[in-house]
């Protein structure tokens, strides 16, 4: 199963900034509908495109293994 790591993500970068961030900033930031990052962070297992991937990695300045990690045997 493959784990997103968007809310991490959103609280390091937070934490960094000194600065909240939202689904909706980060929806305007990088073109992503914002009800697309919810299920992102929010639903197991859910799967979405690589070009949203690449803009998260892009938005975070991180890696693919940053953003997500796969967890062997976790049942769905």
């Known amino acids: 199963m493959i784990r997103y790591r968007l809310r991490e993500l959103m609280a390091d970068y937070q934490f960094k900034n000194n600065n909240r ?25 859910y799967n979405t495109t690589t070009d ?5 990695c ?3 300045d991180c890696e693919v293994g940053e ?6 045997n976790i049942d769905a």
């Open 21 to 45: 961030l939202t689904f909706d900033e980060l929806a305007k930031t990088t073109n992503i509908h914002r009800t697309t990052l919810s299920k992102i962070a929010n639903h197991r297992s």
């Open 52 to 56: 949203n991937i690449d803009r998260l």
């Open 58 to 60: 892009e938005f975070f």
């Open 67 to 72: 953003l997500m990690e796969y967890l062997k």
